[in-house]
């Protein structure tokens, strides 16, 4: 059993090796985590609006999040859950097709068929998640067994959360990971919660790190709230994976401090104390100490990062607004090379029920919350 990795104490103050990475490193990751932040602000905003269906945020995930997957070269594979947006962000998927993602509109590059918040950018490896929990575990160590046999050099991350621990997924991907060795690191963030089943009701293991043990690979606890642990920890990790080390697993503990989702109520289900408890560890409070410290970060200059972030985040808002959702017929397109007779007179039929009853309009599906 050993200790949670960290480098920061919650006043910001640092501990042990602190990893010597460059101030403008150390700035674009607060930056970065800022971003998430913001995003997440205006997008619950958009939902409550009923401008948008669905958000699902990453407050108090910021550090491992963007901490983690700042330690991925352009070259490796981010498998994502619900919430790694913002890494996808940091890895070059543009802000627009984020935006126009969560509105389903025609710029949305899954034409407006997954859920919101289901992101996938081809160009940085960051590929569509199914909803369904603990698939995108399996597809990653596929792809990275892929790897392998192709001979690349490239990594596979995979994202899951506490809760996707008790899938079906876990096991086998796991399982074969350590089996074949693949180029994997398995990046479960211990978020406290899955919906309303806390983590400590998940497992009678006392970290999910030591089921790495029944794998044959490395389990590691990092202080999920801590980004330069968080990225130190993913940095050998990933490191260790490049160079034919095989998999490992890293636990980053942190705390999701709003709902599962737009449509969720937290407060029917934990305290108020835990979540005070846990916003007193803010990871983006944290960081901010330690880079001010440092003389990174001017004192009050953290304001001016957010007012820039919403400033870039609102123009592209405002734009993705006017676009308009992708044509009724894309519907049944895209499945044979030509639509066969029964998806045509399915979509003549759903024409006619819209026709009939009225089109659907922005925030018609909206969660009554
Ligand atoms: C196979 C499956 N079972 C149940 C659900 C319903 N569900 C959606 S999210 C979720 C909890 C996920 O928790 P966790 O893995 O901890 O991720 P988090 O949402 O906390 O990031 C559940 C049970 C689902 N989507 N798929
Ligand atoms: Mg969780």
Known sequence: MTAELQHLAPDGSPRGDVPELEGTFLRELFVHMMRVRCTDERMLKLQRAGRIGFVGTAKGLEAAIIGSAAALQARDWLW????????????????????????????????????????????????????????QLVHGVGAAFASKLRGEDAVHAVYFGDGATSSNGFHSALNFAGVWRVPVVFVCIDNGWAISVASSQQ???????????????????????????????????????????????????????????????????RDDDEVAAWAAKDPIDRYERYLVE??????????????????????????????????????????????????????????????????????DGAFPL
């Open 80 to 135: 994502s859950g619900l919430r790694e947006g913002g890494a996808a962000v940091m890895r070059g998927l543009p802000l627009s097709e984020y935006v126009a993602q969560m509105y389903g509109n025609s710029h949305d590059t899954a034409k407006g068929r997954q859920m919101c918040n289901h992101f996938q950018h081809k160009a940085s490896h960051y590929p569509s998640w199914s909803s369904v929990i603990g698939t």
């Open 203 to 269: 497992t009678a293991a006392r970290s999910y790190a030591d089921k790495a043990a029944a794998y044959g690979m490395p389990g590691r606890d990092v202080d999920g709230n801590d980004v330069l642990a968080c990225y130190q920890a993913a940095h050998e990790a990933i490191a260790a994976a490049r160079e034919g080390g095989g998999p490992s697993l890293l636990v980053l503990k942190t705390y999701r401090m709003l709902g599962h989702s737009s449509s969720d109520d937290p407060t029917k289900y």
């Open 294 to 363: 440092r003389g990174v970060l001017a004192g009050g200059e953290r304001q001016a990062i957010e007012a820039d972030l919403l400033r870039e985040l609102d123009a592209v808002i405002h734009e993705e607004e006017t676009v308009p959702p992708m044509p009724m017929r894309t519907l049944v397109e895209d499945v044979y090379a030509e639509v066969p007779p029964h998806l045509r007179r399915q979509f003549n039929s759903f024409i006619a029920v819209a026709e009939r009853l009225g089109y659907a309009r922005p925030g």
